[in-house]
């Protein structure tokens, strides 16, 4: 069966202290992995997509990686503002379905 | 502004009272789909369109209809809600078949 874990479920980071999200995957036929930020009260908000094993991309504090088993989204030097909850998605060559992990809830103390 | 568009933000029903979720988006997307997200289970496909006239079931389609008659819009219908639909639905819609999502803000539905 088809599967997107996300660990660990919450994380609480003083600012400044980096650390990785962790979004595991098994699933057959991976066209692409996403990851989305969400705040309270709004829609997921696009970060990145990830194609291929060993493929890297990077915005602000923010850096996502994926190898053929999982993805990791590493947070360098955080602040406040990046309190959010992280989403991780799975897209397969199928094309028309999307599996969402239940996400990582950051919070990030002053 | 490209945006999605849900309207309305809450909605609170009763069993059995039929209801319509509406989704606009701005950005001519030929694709769109509604989700609903709830706790420890993540956000689930309930059904998505390809365009005009062409939809197709999600994950979880029981007690839910769309259409989509019109290329921006993409309307959610609960024809008898019940409060096993209670629940936090977003529409979101996306360029071509490998773009990545645009979510609307979201509508928070109970049904008592």
């Known amino acids: 069966e088809d599967q997107v874990t996300q660990s660990p479920e919450a994380l609480r980071l003083q600012e400044g202290e980096s650390s990785s999200l962790n979004c595991s995957y098994t699933?057959?036929?991976?066209?692409?992995l996403f990851w989305y930020r969400q705040d309270p009260g709004k829609g997921p908000e696009f970060l990145f997509t990830?194609?291929?094993a060993g493929e890297e991309k990077e915005k602000e504090r923010l850096k996502a990686t994926l190898t053929k088993k999982e993805s990791f989204l590493h947070i360098t030097a955080p602040k406040p503002e990046d309190s959010a909850t992280y989403l991780c998605?799975?897209?397969?060559?199928?094309?028309?379905?999307?599996?969402f992990g239940t996400g990582t809830s950051l919070t990030v103390i002053p | 502004e490209a945006q999605v568009t849900q309207n309305p933000r809450y909605l609170i029903t009763v069993t059995g009272k039929k209801l319509t979720v509406t989704c606009s988006q701005n950005?001519?997307?030929?694709?769109m789909s509604w989700y609903r997200q709830d706790p420890g289970l993540g956000l689930r496909q309930i059904y998505y369109?390809?365009?005009?006239?062409?939809?197709d079931k999600g994950d979880v389609p029981e007690g839910y209809k769309v259409s989509r008659k019109e290329k921006r819009n993409f309307p959610l219908i609960l024809e008898s809600p019940s409060p096993n639909q209670t629940s936090l639905y977003f529409c979101?819609?996306?360029?071509?078949?490998?773009?990545?999502?645009?979510f609307g803000n979201g509508t928070r539905l109970t049904v008592t």
């Open positions: 369109s390809m365009n005009v006239e062409v939809t």
């Open positions: 979101a819609s996306r360029r071509e078949e490998y773009s990545p999502l645009h």
């Open positions: 950005m001519n997307h030929e694709y």
């Open positions: 998605a799975v897209q397969l060559y199928t094309g028309n379905q999307f599996y």
């Open positions: 699933v057959s036929g991976l066209r692409g």
């Open positions: 990830l194609y291929s």
